[in-house]
């Protein structure tokens, strides 16, 4: 299973701590660093520094790494216009030398809308699904060729589909609870599927749905990567776990229920249930940005025993 690390910068992160955190993510061996893509804290947290924007953190750490992962869990289609979202992630794409992913959801913070003045529509999905539509196939179009596209809520006419991207196709990630929209957009166009703050019972279930989906829509169920996205609070003993916990405003056994807590052995086990229900990959949500010995710990005693 790949580990890859999952931030929440809203919450309170500078760009400096943020790539920190990633030359970390890079050096220890993980797979990936994520980021989500939010203006407005959630909870209690102070939310200081303020804002940092997703593709501009991203085409930032780009050009300072060389080896990880980078992309986002989710960018919010309410955000951006999809002609500028595709320029955006070719270019990031282009600067990183191939090793960006999107992860495309509707949008759901409303307040966020509304204290910087972004539209909150009400018909976000079928945006969504015209979004992934016109991104993908912008990028899909050959050189030298246009890409048009008519739609309800969105129009493009004879767009050169510029620029590419330095991979031939960059990977999309769709995910969410969703019984039935979720997994017959997810068959069209997810590269992966990421179940967020799922059992491995519920998960199982989310990943029939897409499976299905997919051969409903004649497409092999194994083109499609199946994740997780969980809070990670491991520590060696359990007085390092409830300190982590304490760190985080979160309480211990709520955490073991809910992500994946407790000592290595135990977080082991618990990603063993996840892979067990079809789970390939999963991205660690670290909360607290300043605590690089968590970052160790989980690649020495954790990631070192998954094949």
Same mark, same amino acid.
């Given at each position: 299973?790949d580990?890859?690390?999952?931030?929440? $910068?809203?919450?309170?992160?500078?760009?400096?701590?943020?790539?920190?955190?990633?030359?970390?993510?890079?050096?220890l061996?993980?797979?990936a660093?994520?980021?989500?893509?939010h203006?407005?804290?959630?909870?209690?947290?102070?939310?200081?520094p303020? $804002?940092t924007?997703?593709?501009?953190t991203?085409?930032?750490?780009?050009?300072e790494?060389?080896?990880?992962?980078?992309?986002?869990?989710?960018?919010?289609?309410?955000?951006?216009?999809?002609?500028?979202?595709?320029?955006?992630?070719?270019?990031?794409?282009?600067?990183s030398?191939?090793?960006?992913?999107?992860?495309?959801?509707?949008?759901?913070?409303?307040?966020?809308?509304?204290?910087?003045?972004?539209?909150?529509?009400?018909?976000?999905?079928?945006?969504?699904?015209?979004q992934?539509?016109i991104?993908?196939?912008?990028?899909?179009?050959?050189?030298?060729?246009?890409?048009?596209?008519?739609?309800?809520h969105?129009?493009l006419?004879?767009?050169?589909?510029?620029?590419?991207?330095?991979?031939?196709?960059?990977?999309?990630?769709?995910?969410?609870?969703?019984?039935?929209?979720?997994?017959?957009?997810?068959?069209?166009?997810?590269?992966?599927?990421?179940m967020p703050?799922?059992?491995?019972?519920?998960s199982e279930?989310?990943?029939?749905?897409?499976?299905?989906?997919?051969q409903?829509?004649?497409?092999?169920?194994?083109?499609i990567?199946?994740?997780?996205?969980?809070?990670?609070?491991?520590?060696?003993?359990?007085?390092?776990?409830?300190?982590?916990?304490?760190?985080?405003?979160?309480?211990?056994?709520?955490?073991?229920?809910?992500?994946?807590?407790?000592?290595?052995?135990?977080?082991?086990?618990k990603?063993?249930?996840?892979?067990?229900?079809?789970?390939r990959?999963m991205?660690?949500?670290?909360?607290?940005?300043?605590?690089?010995?968590?970052?160790e710990?989980i690649?020495?005693?954790?990631?070192?025993?998954?094949?």
């Amino acid at each position: 299973m790949d580990l890859r690390i999952f931030t929440e $910068p809203q919450q309170g992160a500078s760009y400096d701590t943020l790539l920190t955190v990633a030359k970390a993510t890079e050096d220890l061996g993980f797979d990936a660093f994520f980021r989500s893509d939010h203006y407005l804290k959630m909870g209690d947290a102070d939310g200081l520094p303020g $804002p940092t924007d997703a593709w501009i953190t991203l085409a930032g750490l780009a050009r300072e790494t060389r080896r990880i992962r980078l992309g986002t869990l989710m960018t919010a289609a309410t955000f951006r216009l999809p002609g500028v979202l595709a320029i955006q992630v070719a270019q990031v794409d282009q600067m990183s030398g191939g090793r960006v992913e999107l992860g495309l959801g509707a949008g759901w913070f409303e307040e966020e809308h509304a204290a910087y003045g972004i539209p909150f529509p009400k018909e976000k999905f079928p945006r969504l699904e015209e979004q992934l539509e016109i991104v993908t196939g912008l990028w899909a179009t050959e050189p030298g060729e246009t890409f048009d596209f008519h739609g309800e809520h969105y129009d493009l006419t004879k767009s050169p589909a510029l620029p590419k991207p330095a991979q031939s196709r960059i990977p999309v990630l769709i995910g969410g609870h969703g019984a039935t929209r979720t997994p017959r957009l997810a068959a069209r166009y997810a590269d992966e599927f990421n179940m967020p703050f799922g059992s491995p019972e519920d998960s199982e279930t989310q990943f029939g749905r897409v499976r299905a989906a997919a051969q409903e829509a004649g497409r092999a169920a194994d083109a499609i990567t199946f994740s997780n996205v969980l809070v990670a609070c491991v520590g060696k003993d359990d007085q390092e776990v409830a300190r982590r916990a304490a760190a985080i405003g979160r309480d211990v056994e709520e955490l073991k229920t809910n992500g994946l807590a407790g000592t290595p052995a135990e977080v082991v086990d618990k990603l063993g249930r996840y892979a067990a229900a079809g789970s390939r990959r999963m991205y660690l949500q670290v909360l607290d940005l300043d605590d690089l010995d968590h970052l160790e710990l989980i690649s020495a005693q954790v990631q070192s025993q998954l094949s």
